[in-house]
């Protein structure tokens, strides 16, 4: 089965850019559909945007349409995340998380199956 690894967080300032990237590793990342989440301290866990294995199709969230962009890259076992106009409400711990991809995508965390331990994304004014 398929280990998570994120990495790319960091402190920002508001208005900056940050690329996160999810590495894959113990099976086919090709055989997954990829998402991201995001948890900030004391708040439930958010859907940020989720990619079809080819990367054919992409589902954002309202908190990352036209900011951010999901993209893969299969041969490298690597998904991103890049993140542009960042501001303070998304400062979170980013979380990569993948299901088989006959499943499709799909908003619901509970859906995924397979998570990385995230990483700290901070945002400074």
């Known amino acids: 089965q398929v280990q998570l690894v994120e990495s790319g967080g960091g402190l920002v300032q508001a208005g900056g850019s940050l690329r996160l990237s999810c590495a894959a590793s113990?099976?086919?990342?090709?055989?997954?559909?990829m998402a991201w989440f995001r948890q900030a301290p004391e708040k439930e866990r958010e859907f940020v945007a989720a990619?079809?294995?080819?990367?054919?199709?992409?589902l954002y969230g309202n908190s990352a349409k036209g900011r951010f962009t999901i993209s893969r890259d299969n041969a490298k076992n690597t998904g991103y995340l890049q993140m542009n106009s960042l501001n303070a409400e998304d400062a979170a711990f980013y979380y990569c998380?993948?299901?088989?991809?006959?499943?499709?995508?799909?908003?619901?965390?509970?859906?995924?199956?397979?998570w990385g331990q995230g990483t700290q994304v901070t945002v400074s004014s």
């Open positions: 998380a993948a299901r088989r991809r006959h499943m499709g995508m799909t908003s619901a965390a509970t859906e995924y199956g397979y």
């Open positions: 113990g099976g086919n990342f090709s055989l997954y559909t």
């Open positions: 990619l079809t294995w080819n990367g054919g199709s992409a």
